[in-house]
């Protein structure tokens, strides 16, 4: 198993208003994973990674949701995405904002990857997701162009 860097309590905290949302013991889940509920209260802190995949995956697990993914996108705000939603909300465009992503994206966490490409006429928005749990992965890929569309919006 890789190492999966770090995750900032915002982006957990999107999880978690799903979860409550959902009705989902989130008690359980933070003792499953190993956290401490308490670090909800922090808007600075980290949690590892491997912390964070594991709160996604149980979180998988208890909803049986397929499109979990998808729908923890509704639960996005500025401050899940750290200081970067911030940043993003400074921007004139929309691709202002997303050439801003790239070099900020390690205050969220090291959950993954952006790339854009700029060709003539269009434009490719990639995100390379560094989590290697096989229930997680494609949830956390969906959370995170969701989340891009929500906000957005």
């Known amino acids: 198993m890789k190492n999966l860097g770090t995750a900032s309590i915002a982006?957990?905290?999107?999880?978690?208003?799903?979860?409550?949302?959902?009705?989902?013991?989130?008690?359980?889940?933070?003792t499953q994973s190993g956290l401490n509920p308490a670090i909800l209260d922090s808007d600075d802190g980290r949690i590892n990674g491997e912390q964070f995949q594991r709160f996604i995956f149980l979180l998988c697990k208890l909803t049986n949701n397929p499109i979990l993914g998808l729908e923890t996108g509704d639960f996005v705000q500025p401050g899940s995405y750290s200081v970067l939603g911030y940043i993003t909300m400074s921007c004139a465009t929309l691709g202002e904002a997303v050439a801003r992503i790239a070099p900020f994206e390690k205050l969220v966490g090291d959950m993954g990857t952006t790339g854009l490409t700029m060709t003539q006429g269009s434009i490719k928005l990639t995100w390379h997701c560094n989590y290697d749990d096989p229930i997680v992965r494609p949830q956390l890929v969906d959370n995170v162009f969701a989340s891009w569309v929500t906000y957005a919006r």
């Open 11 to 30: 982006a957990l905290r999107q999880y978690v208003r799903a979860a409550e949302s959902a009705g989902a013991d989130t008690s359980s889940l933070f």
